[in-house]
């Protein structure tokens, strides 16, 4: 199934079947912001909630959203009230440096405070990954549009639950895969797309690791911090601040970046980005592989426990051949029967420490042959974004879809968690893409979802809504 390059539109007649169908579905009422119809339409401001404010918030989420114009954050949410504190303080600066007045803005702990007000019209989700599922079910139904940061859930089963969300309430979600509204990105898929390297044979894919370390020492939880909202659906597990988040701070990479108990490590932290742009130059975006045999290390500590070195092998439709692997520069290069072309981010280096005298700086978009970069002859037109939160403040007030939508960012995750699950077994595994399950191995399948720590969860919340 292709994606439309001219995005769709939701008309008021289809939300309005949208909201009534989930109701009866789920038996439990939607609430719409006050704002979607009437003299607060969306075509005036809308009211943002922020839910998380750490470093990807600070440095990227709230700035971005922000600068998209049209916008008014009026909540501030983390299970650390200093970090929520901080983040209204922070909101408050750009409103002084943009010569403007800042609105009322609240900070909360609790995100049902947030997604539950009537004067909200959407949310900005910047949290560790094993919160994403069931944050941004609960604010699409209450009727909130989503910004998501990748990856779009920590489970599959997850993922299958809020994509069906999403589309049976007709909300906005657009997932943090920037990637897309990266020209370079974006003309590399099209040239793919377009036929310009000829049939495509295979995909190498590169992507960084994370160190590991000891352990530390249990510490005494900050009192700012509600530690059991931040450990939500996962195992209970001592309080050290190389666990979650420094106390003080936002430059370094947090501790939970590196523990499978809150995120699978660099094959979904930035997988999820590489493989969304595969799927987008192979014109897979709502399928995925068909198989994958794959082999990781993984450290034995308790806390930083990601994988190490890796290589992945996967083969999608047509037989292309897909090889993943900390050992390949960082970015994507797809070899066809004419030629190469390979796309990175501006400013990547062959080194993860781009201070590393060794480190060589790579192009963001190259090709064995210069003419195939040409503009000319280009078949296939993608949909263009100049800012990836602004094109998400764009699609909700014109109930379009986003630039990555959330059946898309599922598909690309998908492949990320079955990528890690072949990993983690070393051995050949046969993926149904339509069935989303493995076929004949019920191991493997067992992966594809993980207990929940009540009340904590996408899957327990559902229940209390149908209740």
């Given at each position: 199934?292709?994606?439309?390059?001219?995005?769709?539109s939701?008309?008021?007649?289809?939300?309005?079947?949208?909201?009534?169908?989930?109701?009866?579905?789920?038996?439990?009422?939607?609430?719409v912001?006050?704002?979607?119809?009437?003299?607060?339409?969306?075509?005036?401001?809308?009211?943002?909630?922020?839910?998380?404010?750490?470093?990807?918030?600070?440095?990227?989420?709230?700035?971005?959203?922000?600068?998209?114009?049209?916008?008014?954050?009026?909540?501030?949410?983390?299970?650390?009230?200093?970090?929520?504190?901080?983040?209204?303080e922070?909101?408050?600066?750009?409103?002084?440096?943009?010569?403007?007045?800042?609105?009322?803005?609240?900070?909360?702990?609790?995100?049902?405070?947030?997604?539950?007000?009537?004067?909200?019209?959407?949310?900005?989700?910047?949290?560790?990954?094993?919160?994403?599922?069931?944050?941004?079910?609960?604010?699409?139904?209450n009727?909130?549009?989503?910004?998501?940061?990748?990856?779009?859930?920590?489970?599959?089963?997850?993922?299958?639950?809020?994509?069906?969300?999403?589309?049976?309430?007709?909300?906005?979600?657009?997932?943090?895969?920037?990637?897309?509204?990266?020209?370079?990105?974006?003309?590399?898929?099209?040239?793919?797309?377009?036929?310009?390297?000829?049939?495509?044979?295979?995909?190498?894919?590169?992507?960084?690791i994370d160190?590991?370390?000891?352990?530390?020492?249990?510490?005494?939880?900050?009192?700012?911090?509600?530690?059991?909202?931040?450990?939500?659906?996962?195992?209970?597990?001592?309080?050290?601040e190389?666990?979650?988040?420094?106390?003080?701070?936002?430059?370094?990479?947090?501790?939970?970046?590196?523990?499978?108990?809150?995120?699978?490590?660099?094959?979904?932290?930035?997988?999820?980005?590489?493989?969304?742009t595969?799927?987008?130059?192979?014109?897979?975006?709502?399928?995925?592989?068909?198989?994958?045999?794959?082999?990781?290390?993984?450290?034995?500590?308790?806390?930083?426990?990601?994988?190490?070195?890796?290589?992945?092998?996967?083969?999608?439709?047509?037989?292309?051949?897909?090889?993943?692997?900390?050992?390949?520069?960082?970015?994507?290069?797809?070899?066809?029967?004419?030629?190469?072309?390979?796309?990175?981010?501006?400013?990547?280096?062959?080194?993860?420490?781009?201070?590393?005298?060794?480190?060589?700086?790579?192009?963001?978009?190259?090709?064995?042959?210069?003419?195939?970069?040409?503009?000319?002859?280009?078949?296939?037109?993608?949909?263009?974004?100049?800012?990836?939160?602004?094109?998400?403040?764009?699609?909700?007030?014109?109930?379009?879809?986003?630039?990555?939508?959330?059946a898309?960012?599922?598909?690309?995750?998908?492949?990320?968690?079955?990528?890690?699950?072949?990993?983690?077994?070393?051995?050949?595994?046969?993926w149904?893409?339509?069935?989303?399950?493995?076929?004949?191995?019920?191991?493997?399948?067992?992966?594809?979802?993980?207990?929940?720590?009540?009340?904590?969860?996408?899957?327990?919340?559902?229940k209390?809504?149908?209740?």
């Open positions: 199934m292709k994606h439309p390059t001219k995005r769709a939701i008309t008021r007649r289809d939300f309005g079947k949208a909201v009534a169908a989930t109701t009866t579905a789920l038996a439990f009422p939607l609430i912001p006050s704002s979607v119809f009437g003299k607060n339409a969306p075509s005036n401001r809308l009211a943002i909630g922020q839910i998380g404010c750490g470093r990807i918030a600070r440095g990227h989420d709230m700035p971005g959203t922000f600068k998209a114009g049209g916008v008014d954050f009026v909540a501030m949410c983390d299970v650390d009230s200093k970090r929520a504190r901080e983040g209204k922070l909101m408050e600066q750009f409103y002084r440096d943009a010569g403007a007045s800042a609105p009322e803005i609240s900070t909360h702990q609790n995100y049902r405070e947030v997604v539950e007000r009537k004067d909200i019209d959407a949310v900005v989700i910047s949290t560790p990954d094993h919160s994403h599922a069931e944050l941004a079910l609960a604010a699409v139904l009727g909130k549009d989503v910004y998501l940061q990748k990856p779009f859930t920590m489970t599959l089963s997850e993922g299958i639950l809020l994509r069906d969300a999403v589309a049976r309430t007709g909300r906005i979600v657009q997932i943090g895969s920037q990637q897309r509204s990266s020209p370079q990105f974006r003309r590399a898929c099209e040239l793919v797309r377009s036929g310009r390297i000829g049939r495509v044979r295979r995909v190498e894919i590169g992507l960084p160190p590991t370390k000891p352990d530390d020492p249990v510490q005494p939880i900050p009192p700012n911090l509600d530690y059991d909202k931040w450990l939500g659906p996962t195992p209970f597990a001592y309080y050290t190389q666990r979650v988040h420094p106390q003080n701070g936002y430059d370094e990479r947090p501790g939970w970046l590196r523990n499978e108990s809150y995120c699978l490590g660099m094959i979904t932290g930035w997988g999820s980005h590489h493989y969304d595969l799927h987008w130059a192979l014109d897979t975006e709502l399928t995925g592989p068909k198989r994958v045999e794959g082999r990781g290390e993984f450290p034995t500590n308790k806390i930083w426990n990601v994988h190490g070195a890796y290589h992945v092998e996967l083969v999608y439709p047509d037989d292309v051949i897909v090889t993943v692997s900390d050992k390949l520069p960082n970015g994507l290069k797809f070899y066809g029967d004419d030629g190469w072309i390979w796309v990175t981010r501006e400013g990547t280096t062959t080194a993860s420490d781009p201070t590393d005298p060794n480190a060589k700086k790579l192009p963001p978009l190259d090709a064995s042959d210069p003419k195939l970069l040409a503009e000319e002859g280009v078949k296939v037109q993608l949909p263009r974004s100049a800012e990836h939160h602004a094109d998400w403040v764009q699609a909700v007030r014109a109930r379009t879809q986003p630039i990555a939508p959330a898309v960012g599922h598909r690309s995750n998908s492949a990320c968690i079955v990528s890690w699950i072949a990993m983690k077994l070393g051995r050949p595994l046969t149904d893409a339509k069935a989303e399950r493995f076929v004949n191995d019920n191991e493997a399948n067992s992966m594809l979802s993980r207990p929940e720590r009540a009340p904590y969860g996408a899957h327990n919340l559902m209390a809504y149908k209740s």
